[in-house]
């Protein structure tokens, strides 16, 4: 079922759980509010929010290179206490997060970090391009919002799907640790180095090349 903004703005001030598993929530929920918070709540996804608020400034700066060293990532992803930093649980997740990064090849984090003058453009395209398929201009609007929606899973981080599990983004993976180790973790930047970049070369298919080599 089609989900109301307003609902899912409510809900997330609710429950302090992300956009996206607001909105899964009530449309698993048929738009019930009070079965949403329920269901955030089993899943662990309202606890964590309490816990997203905390301070972290511990954790691990990780590195992921691709076989043949055509790929390399570094990612920084922190949590409250050098304890947890050090738990194999931890560990595990900023491995998992490094390699979705070389594979999926995310821009920002999140989408605050798309800088407003890139979504104009974007908008700007996208908005010429509805009305070249001969859309009416009173609903070219609601597409471009749609597209840029799709413009965010496709580049930002938390909102792409995780390669190792279609079911879940970033995010709701990292609400998810959250909740099972009891801290706030946070991922905070990343970069990723591909040899040849911005250069002609033959395109590969990375998802499926990085994710050969994790299978072996």
């Given at each position: 079922?089609?989900?109301?903004?307003?609902?899912?703005?409510?809900?997330?001030?609710?429950?302090?759980?992300?956009?996206?598993?607001?909105?899964?929530?009530?449309?698993?929920?048929?738009?019930?509010?009070?079965?949403?918070?329920?269901?955030?709540?089993?899943?662990?996804?309202?606890?964590?929010?309490?816990?997203?608020?905390?301070?972290?400034?511990?954790?691990?700066?990780?590195?992921y290179?691709?076989?043949?060293?055509?790929?390399?990532?570094?990612?920084?992803?922190?949590?409250?206490?050098?304890?947890?930093?050090?738990?194999?649980?931890?560990?595990?997740?900023?491995?998992?997060?490094a390699?979705?990064?070389?594979?999926?090849?995310?821009?920002y984090?999140r989408?605050?970090?798309?800088?407003?003058?890139?979504?104009?453009?974007?908008?700007?395209?996208?908005?010429?391009q509805?009305?070249?398929?001969?859309k009416?201009?009173?609903?070219?609007?609601?597409?471009?919002?749609?597209?840029?929606?799709?413009?965010?899973?496709?580049?930002?981080l938390?909102?792409?799907?995780?390669?190792k599990?279609?079911?879940?983004?970033?995010?709701?993976?990292?609400?998810?640790?959250?909740?099972?180790?009891?801290?706030?973790?946070?991922i905070?930047?990343?970069?990723?180095?591909?040899?040849?970049?911005?250069?002609?070369?033959?395109?590969?298919?990375?998802?499926?090349?990085?994710?050969?080599?994790?299978?072996?």
């Open positions: 079922m089609a989900v109301d903004a307003k609902a899912v703005k409510e809900l997330r001030e609710k429950t302090g759980a992300g956009m996206l598993d607001c909105k899964k929530a009530l449309e698993e929920m048929n738009g019930d509010i009070e079965k949403a918070i329920e269901f955030l709540r089993e899943k662990g996804l309202a606890a964590s929010a309490k816990k997203a608020g905390r301070i972290a400034t511990e954790g691990v700066v990780e590195s290179i691709h076989a043949g060293g055509r790929i390399g990532v570094l990612v920084e992803v922190n949590c409250e206490t050098d304890f947890v930093a050090l738990t194999d649980q931890f560990k595990e997740f900023v491995r998992d997060i390699l979705h990064i070389a594979a999926s090849s995310p821009r984090v989408r605050e970090d798309v800088p407003a003058e890139e979504i104009e453009k974007e908008k700007e395209i996208l908005k010429a509805a009305l070249n398929e001969g009416p201009e009173k609903i070219v609007e609601k597409m471009v919002e749609g597209r840029i929606s799709k413009y965010y899973e496709e580049y930002c938390m909102e792409q799907t995780f390669v599990d279609p079911d879940k983004t970033i995010a709701t993976l990292l609400n998810e640790k959250i909740a099972t180790i009891g801290e706030n973790i946070s905070r930047r990343f970069v990723r180095y591909e040899l040849g970049e911005g250069l002609e070369k033959k395109v590969d298919n990375f998802v499926e090349e990085v994710m050969s080599q994790v299978n072996q």
